[in-house]
């Protein structure tokens, strides 16, 4: 792929976002945000069989007293991750975020186990219940991001040119219809993680593993990575994080992501 389809891709990415939710730029006021990240190990922190995007994003795109928690849970679905109380904790730390004046934000990024036969978790309610999670933040005063999940890294040759086994594509639709029905801002880190890891290959792509035979859980500097094109995706859905500074990307690592060239940070 040539850099500059990746870099239109994720301007068209960021636009078509940005429309769908047709808010206006609101004012975070004096109050930083802080982000409390809903999910499976896709976004939890790196540990012996888990590790996503959630402390990359955390450790190096926020500033000015942006901060926030790592809420994500390996091998848990949109029923197990409410069945176990972890959401319960997210909607208490919404609640306490108002009380310490910051901004509640909460990204909530479902798929990878709701996906898995055993679940037994039809679409519908993998929709509905992202549904319930959107109407949940907002009750409790938080804003709502919905996040399509993120790609593993498996590759297919049948075309003879490599490219990333798109297995997530029916949770990814449902994210985006769950945002939808809700008039929830979304980003779609699925399609953006994709086009990357198809820009830059499986050998460069295999270097972001936990383990060398892991293609779904990252490691720290993955972790960076991916963490960095969350935050470029949220700067682009809601401007108001980024003309206030509070999210910010590594130009070097901005730029590498825009035009689909490999990063280790
Ligand atoms: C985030 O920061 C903590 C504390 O410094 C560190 O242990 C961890 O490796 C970092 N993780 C990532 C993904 O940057
Ligand atoms: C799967 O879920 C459906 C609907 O809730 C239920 O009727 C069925 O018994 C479940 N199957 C298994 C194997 O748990
Ligand atoms: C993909 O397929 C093409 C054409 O069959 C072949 O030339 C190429 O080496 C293959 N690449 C990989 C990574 O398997």
């Known amino acids: 792929m040539k850099p500059t389809t990746v870099c239109s891709f994720l301007l068209a990415l960021v636009l078509a976002t940005t429309s769908t939710i ?14 409390l990240l809903a999910g499976d190990s896709t976004t939890a922190t790196q540990s012996s069989n888990g590790g996503g995007w959630g402390d990359g994003f955390l450790n190096t795109t926020l500033h000015h007293g ?35 004046s910051t901004t509640p934000y909460v990204t909530i990024q479902f798929g990878h186990n709701d996906q898995k036969a055993s679940a037994n978790i039809s679409i519908v309610e993998y929709t509905t219940n992202l549904e319930q999670f959107v109407a949940d933040v907002r009750t409790a005063g938080g804003t709502p ?6 790609s593993r890294r498996g590759y297919e040759n049948s075309t003879g040119t490599p490219k990333v086994v798109e ?29 990357y890891l198809n820009a830059i290959g499986e050998a460069d792509a295999w270097t972001y593993n936990l383990n060398p035979t892991d ?23 809601l401007s108001e994080l980024k003309a206030e500074g509070y999210v910010r990307v590594k130009k070097e690592l901005e730029k590498a992501l825009e035009e689909g060239k490999y990063y280790w940070p």
Do not use: M
């Not at 991001?145 to 993120?150: M, R």
């Open 22 to 35: 047709a808010q206006p730029t609101k004012s975070t006021g004096s109050n930083p945000p802080l982000f």
């Open 66 to 100: 942006a901060s926030g928690i790592n809420y994500g849970v390996n091998g848990r679905t949109t029923v197990s991750y409410r069945a176990g109380g972890y959401w319960a904790t997210v909607l208490a730390s919404v609640a306490a975020s108002l009380e310490t």
């Open 145 to 150: 991001i919905l996040v399509t999940p993120l």
């Open 167 to 195: 297995d997530l594509a029916d949770q990814r639709a449902a994210t985006i219809a769950a945002a939808e029905a809700t008039g929830s801002t979304w980003i779609d880190l699925n399609e953006a993680s994709t086009q």
């Open 215 to 237: 293609e779904t859980h990252l490691n720290v500097e993955g972790s960076v990575v991916f963490g960095g094109l969350v935050a470029l995706l949220i700067e682009g859905a």
